[in-house]
């Protein structure tokens, strides 16, 4: 029966804790998930490698990491990258090649299948893997150099 007091105080203190909240959880109005905007980034990368080297391009520039200038051109050829989206994960510790510091925003890591074509013409497939990086909702890549 000596227990039977410190029993009464772990109940007490536990109820204590036990609270509900009123209301109904209301999903999240404008918020994208990483996954959603990096899939729109290879959406919007193929499209507009569809509409030729010249619209690649402006796409590659436009949505180049605003901390790091790339050192690569495409010159006519176009790319057409796959993602597995299931291979979708973050990576905080990647650095750009040749920089000492990791890029601002979420670092995310997937793999992707590469196809570099001039023209209607198919001058490789190559598969790897390929870093974008969102920041303030938006994603950023790092124009590839398919030459190297």
Not at 79 to 85: G, N, V
Not at 104 to 119: E, Q
Not at 133 to 141: E, F, Q, S
Request: proline fraction near 7%.
């Amino acid at each position: 029966m000596r227990a039977l007091p410190g029993v009464l105080l772990v109940l007490l203190a536990a109820a204590g804790c036990a609270t509900t909240v009123e209301g109904t959880p209301v999903p999240a109005t404008g918020v994208t998930s990483g996954r959603d905007v990096v899939s729109e980034y290879f959406t919007e990368l193929n499209e507009a490698g569809a509409d030729g080297a010249s619209a690649q391009r402006d796409f590659l520039r436009r949505t180049q990491h605003p901390d790091f200038d790339s050192q690569c051109e495409l010159g006519n050829l176009t790319l057409r990258i796959e993602p597995a989206l299931s291979t979708l994960r973050t990576d905080p510790k990647w650095k750009p090649e040749k920089s000492t510091k990791t890029p601002r925003g979420t670092v995310y890591v997937v793999g992707v299948s590469v196809r570099i074509r001039r023209d209607s013409a198919t001058l490789a497939e190559q598969i790897g893997s390929q870093r974008v990086v969102v920041l303030d909702g938006k994603a950023y890549g790092f124009t590839p150099c398919p030459t190297r």
